[in-house]
């Protein structure tokens, strides 16, 4: 179909505006602190301000005393509650199962990150909880605090008494490789090394979790209420470990989420205590974050230190990569946690490169640090922010283009699938095309005139190239439970089709800001070919969506799309079995194109309402072989992830005087695939470039030598903000479509977050070298004014 | 407690306040209009932004007390009395300038105040002007691209309307 032709229609290609909008530009969202349920009461919880420390005494008999106090809460209320669990189990590279410490809802005898929940006053108002919460005496013994990666495995305190070491997990991957690639590097014309950081981030959706629990006692149903990326997850973590609640008496509802990016997946404490709380008390418990509790609360990212190789032959091919990093997992391990740094990044180390050798290997580490896990993109951007780096470096130290250099070690088109030697088969790509595409897009051509109109300014323009790959929608199930997953990674989607023809599609995919009830309107609207209009999407409450794993790891499309479209299918086989009854013809023979039911070679036609009618008024209808009714539900197990790619180019000055980096320009060739609504995709990759870029140049969680966190509020934190950015350039034109799901997506949430900040990185660096300061070969993340201006000094 | 008043989108408003009740609370809790949202505690994202006798204040830094007797306006108060939208808010869905939507009521309110002091901003003056507001979906570029559309720019700078 022509492309204004879809546009018009309205399915699967056009930039349809969305539906949600309405709602959030009037103001009529609904959020989960919007949410105020008759006779609530709020919860204040009292927290850690040390990193680490045994508890000496709680007493709350005065607080308990005050006005408006229902309770206070203690561990020793949910002695019968189980630890909150982690999601997945990583061997290590000896054979022996991850370190896993008991995770309690409220601190139990230590705590072990500021932060840490030790006590909560319920009462009447907040204000009367928040006023009565200074008059609960705590005593603490503060502990020295653990907080250096590699001081921590070499041995001293220990953040988890009980485990004997702070080291979760020592991986290796893939082990068998070991002695090869130490072979590799022996033989190796040149070796390129770096060493790294990636730097520890706070998510920071904008809205603050929120969690309202409800309890009805005449049939011992619990409702939670919470700001979550995957309600079902939260039901099935927390109803069957922590609370022991079985799933008909548990009812999960994320209604509109004000963002998540990762940090609104996992399942925590404050959930399973306002639905115990609510339980306890016979009152709903309303619970909701602060900022700066969000900062010493919600899981942060990143927080890798690492060391990596490349080794090349004579003619500048890769033959082989090993790295080392410490990834820190903070006090507990949040619930994906430890798939993060292993599974989410070592099988991506090989990224768009031929590298036939490829080892890498992860000790996990416990702090005294605020949990570490999921942010957008997930061990990805880790993964790439290494890798690229590194290609760049050893591009300089050869003298070689960065461009060359990485086209003559692309996996090639014609290489497709393509089995990497760290487990994965990259099903489609075209790694020069996205390239070639950028080179154009960033006019590189005319980078020189641009530097030297820069340098007439006093400023350093530098260019930064990065290419990356990444996978979305982990899965097939059977594979990541071998992986250590203790859940599977399908999606589920139930279309119901109403009497007059109207749909409703419930998914288990959750949207927070990726516009699904618009998009997967558009996908059905596509398929039957009636108006999305007709077609409402219905997410986000376990009562009334099949089962469902949520929206992280630019899932939804990729795997809650494919299941809605596999239940779509048997929708419309049902109805050209309805069809053919009705106009007494063969089934084969039904076509079905605009909403109209047509028998092949003939000028009989049956409207899709005349057919939905029939399915609920069965007068005229094969009873004896068909159920009425037209609703359907299918599960979706992805065979493969998928793998976007793309070229990323940033252009930047740097002020010499200063030290300041400033973006000029920055240019995304993403392949991710077919495209059901360009405008959203765009729209995602904005988003990801500009988290992207905050990594690169201002955001930094930073903790002292004590733990305490010194980042922990806006005033500390640089969020990026509107002037930090210029307008990007984005594209995805360069589409080469998945080939094991019907929609041929590929996903395209992170992508902005893994490919930006190494572009912006080599983009600084190259200014540098341009401007004559050849002896800096690398700037950790974030580029401020002060790093910047530091390496520049001799 | 203290009874305070204020005209709130054109209607008075009355609830029972402390001194330190603030204009975002009277408006959340006393009036109920929960379009004005809270995204941090240190005055710094924006997100609960009105206006106060025409003025873009952040509700989060203003007592309710303070106030009483104001012309205040939220993201209610914001569509045209049919419930359409306003050209504003128009430009925000036609340039998919909102993901999650939490940021934007403010980001409304605050743009709406840059475009009545300077009714034909450039990119810079409107990212400037946007500064006390954070958005973490967007990356700001069709924030930016519906300000300059309800602003009439839409073809000026190349990046309106595309
Ligand atoms: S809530 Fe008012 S500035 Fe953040
Ligand atoms: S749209 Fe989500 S924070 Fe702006």
């Known amino acids: 179909m022509p492309k204004d032709e879809i546009a018009n229609k309205g399915g699967i290609g056009a930039s349809t505006k969305r539906r949600e909008d309405l709602r959030f530009l009037t103001g009529k969202g609904r959020y989960t602190d919007d949410i105020n349920i008759r006779g609530q009461l709020y919860a204040h919880f009292i927290r850690s301000e040390v990193a680490h420390g045994r508890i000496i005494s709680i007493d709350a008999s005065a607080a308990e005393a005050m006005p408006g106090v229902a309770k206070v809460f203690t561990s020793a209320d949910f002695a019968q509650a189980g630890s909150i669990p982690c999601g997945w189990q990583v061997t290590d590279r000896h054979g022996k199962a991850m370190l896993e410490p008991k995770h309690p809802i409220l601190a139990e005898g230590k705590v072990r990150h500021v932060g840490d929940p030790i006590a909560v006053v319920v009462a009447e108002t907040l204000d009367q909880a928040r006023d009565a919460a200074e008059a609960v005496v705590i005593e603490i013994e503060e502990l020295p605090a653990v907080m250096d990666m590699k001081a921590a495995v070499a041995g001293g305190d220990l953040v988890h008494e009980e485990l004997g070491s702070n080291l979760c997990f020592d991986w290796g991957f893939v082990e068998e490789n070991k002695a090869a690639v130490e072979e590799a590097f022996a033989k190796a014309a040149h070796v390129t090394t770096l060493e790294l950081v990636n730097n520890r981030l706070v998510a920071n959706p904008m809205e603050p979790r929120v969690a309202v629990g409800d309890f009805e006692e005449w049939t011992g149903q619990h409702t939670l209420y919470t700001t979550s990326q995957n309600p079902h997850v939260i039901r099935l973590l927390m109803g069957a470990f922590v609370l022991s609640i079985p799933e008909h008496k548990l009812r999960v509802v994320a209604p509109d989420v004000g963002g998540g990016f990762g940090s609104k997946i996992f399942h925590y404490a404050e959930e399973a205590f306002v639905t115990k709380a609510a339980h306890i008390l016979k009152r709903p418990v309303k619970w909701t974050s602060t900022r700066s509790e969000a900062f010493v609360t919600d899981a942060h990212g990143r927080d890798h230190v690492t060391k990596i190789q490349l080794a090349l032959d004579a003619q500048n091919n890769f033959t082989a990569l090993r790295t080392d990093t410490y990834a820190n997992m903070g006090a507990y391990l949040s619930t994906f946690a430890p798939s993060v740094p292993t599974w989410l990044h070592g099988t991506l180390m090989a990224g768009n490169y031929k590298t036939p050798l490829i080892y890498v290997n992860v000790k996990a580490v416990f702090t005294n640090t605020v949990p570490v896990d999921a942010y957008r993109g997930a061990g990805r951007p880790e993964a790439t922010f290494q890798l690229e780096r590194l290609v760049d470096q050893a591009a300089r130290e050869l003298g070689v283009s960065p461009f060359d250099l990485r086209r003559q070690n692309f996996i090639q088109p014609d290489q497709f699938p393509y089995q990497t030697p760290v487990a994965v088969v990259y099903d489609t790509g075209n790694y020069q095309a996205t390239l070639d595409k950028l080179v154009e897009m960033a006019d590189v051509a005319g980078f020189e005139a641009r530097a030297a109109e820069s340098k007439s300014r006093g400023k350093l323009r530098g260019f930064g190239l990065a290419h990356y790959i990444e996978a979305c929608g982990i899965a097939p199930s059977n594979l990541v439970g071998q992986l250590g997953a203790r859940a599977g990674l399908y999606e589920s989607a139930s279309v119901r089709v109403n009497a007059t023809g109207s749909i409703t599609v419930f998914t288990g995919s959750h949207s927070h800001g990726q516009g699904h009830e618009t998009t997967f309107a558009q996908v059905v609207s596509d398929m039957i070919g009636i108006d999305a209009s007709q077609i409402e999407i219905v997410h986000g409450d376990t009562s009334n969506t099949p089962m469902g794993m949520g929206t992280y790891g630019s899932r939804s499309l990729a795997v809650g799309g494919s299941a809605m479209v596999k239940a779509t299918n048997k929708i419309i086989n049902k109805a050209k079995k309805i069809a053919a009854h009705l106009m007494e013809a063969s089934e084969a023979d039904i076509e079905l194109k605009d909403g109209v039911f047509t028998v092949a070679g003939t000028d009989k036609s049956k409207t899709w309402v005349d057919v939905t009618l029939a399915a609920y008024v069965p007068h005229n209808y094969p009873l004896e072989n068909l159920e009425p009714g037209l609703e359907e539900t299918a599960f979706y197990d992805p065979s493969n992830f998928t793998y976007p790619a793309g070229a990323y180019g940033c252009e930047v000055e740097v002020d010499p005087e200063t030290g300041k980096v400033e973006v000029v320009a920055f240019s995304a060739a993403d392949d991710f695939g077919n495209v059901v609504n360009p405008m959203i995709v765009e729209g995602q990759v904005h988003g990801g470039l500009a988290q992207g870029i905050g990594q690169a140049l201002l955001e930094h969680c930073v903790y002292d030598e004590n733990g305490q966190l010194l980042s922990g509020s806006y005033m500390d934190y640089a969020m990026p903000r509107a002037d930090d950015f210029p307008m990007f350039q984005v594209d995805h034109s360069c589409a080469t479509p998945c080939t094991h799901n019907p929609l041929g997506v590929k996903g395209c949430g992170e992508a902005g977050a893994i490919g930006s900040p190494p572009a912006v990185i080599n983009a600084v660096l190259d200014a540098l070298h341009r401007g004559g300061f050849t002896h800096v070969t690398h700037i950790d993340m974030p580029a401020s004014p002060s790093r910047v201006w530091a390496a520049m000094q001799r | ?162």
């Open chain 2, 1 to 162: 407690m203290t009874k305070v008043t204020m005209t709130v989108n054109g209607k008075a408003v009355s609830a029972e306040t402390e001194g330190r009740t603030l204009l975002v609370q009277f408006l959340r809790e006393g009036a109920g209009l929960t379009g004005t949202h809270v995204g941090c505690d240190t005055s710094q994202c924006g997100a609960c932004t009105v206006h106060v006798n025409g003025q873009a204040v952040k509700s989060c830094t203003i007592f309710a007390q303070d106030v009483a007797g104001a012309e205040v306006r939220t993201i209610e108060g914001m569509a045209h009395a049919d419930g359409s939208l306003n050209p504003l808010q128009q430009a925000f869905n036609d340039c998919h300038g909102l993901q999650c939507g939490f940021c934007t009521p403010g980001m409304v309110m605050a743009s709406a105040a840059l475009l009545a002091n300077n009714p034909r901003p450039t990119e810079a003056e409107i990212r400037h002007g946007l500064e006390g507001n954070i958005c973490r979906c967007t990356g700001y570029h069709n924030i930016v691209k519906a300000v300059l559309q309800a602003s009439g720019q839409t073809d000026t700078q190349g990046v309106a309307a595309e």
